[in-house]
């Protein structure tokens, strides 16, 4: 059982470049999320899904997109990367509307923007 | 506004002594609230959720409705408890967290 697993670990981009972070799970959840970490600024949401299909955003969605077409994939796409853009993303998941069992994270994508 | 407050960036301790981890909370409905560890070049993991009252590498937290707090503590401290820690607060109606900025928790031998 791999929990949730995210690609690439690490990445260094250009400026105006794309990229896919890729999240996938394995436990059947319905609920998935993208957060970034900044240092000393605690996670922001960046987009959910409560379904396949459904997405929405989160509190820092400008330059991010996502799809959930299947129920285990909930990939993160970077159009043109910024320097802002520079952060660790961490994809969750969990199995409840109310997110009342705490969340599966998954190991993390550091990604530079230079 | 639903907001965490951890107003600690940092909180340096001895092996053996007492820790307490502040989290205040604001938001209108019931809370649901969280404890999330991150020890170093690790994922995210969950250690406590207050619903389950239940007590975790040593580590309590109790929610205080009136003062809105949810305090993390430890009568005493080890060094491998070093690491970031995350309050949380559960958001019903999309399912989804809003975490604290976190505190950095040192335990010196």
């Known amino acids: 059982n791999a929990g949730v697993t995210q690609t690439p670990k690490f990445r260094i981009l250009k400026i105006g470049q794309s990229m896919t972070l890729q999240c996938a799970q394995d436990?059947?959840?319905?609920?998935m999320y993208w957060y970034r970490q900044d240092p000393g600024m605690g996670l922001k949401l960046i987009y959910y899904?409560?379904?396949?299909?459904?997405?929405d955003k989160g509190e820092v969605p400008n330059g991010y997109n996502v799809s959930r077409s299947t129920t285990e994939d909930f990939p993160l796409r970077l159009e043109l990367a910024a320097p802002s853009q520079t952060s660790v993303y961490f994809c969750?998941?969990?199995?409840?509307?109310?997110?009342?069992?705490?969340?599966?994270f998954g190991s993390g994508t550091r990604l530079t923007v230079v | 506004a639903q907001r965490v407050t951890q107003p600690e960036k940092l909180l340096s301790v001895f092996k053996g002594a007492p820790v307490e981890l502040k989290c205040n909370y604001s938001y209108s409905g019931s809370p649901e609230l969280f404890w999330y560890v991150q020890y170093s070049r690790q994922r995210l993991q969950l250690l406590l959720r207050h619903i389950s009252r239940e007590s975790i590498k040593g580590f309590t937290a109790d929610l205080n409705k009136g003062e809105t707090s949810f305090h993390l503590k430890k009568p005493f401290a080890q060094e491998e408890d070093s690491a970031m820690y995350y309050c949380a607060l559960s958001l019903r109606s999309q399912g989804n967290l809003i975490f604290g900025k976190g505190t950095k928790l040192s335990v010196k031998p």
């Open positions: 436990m059947n959840h319905n609920y």
């Open positions: 899904s409560v379904g396949a299909g459904i997405t």
């Open positions: 969750a998941s969990t199995n409840t509307g109310d997110a009342g069992y705490g969340y599966t």
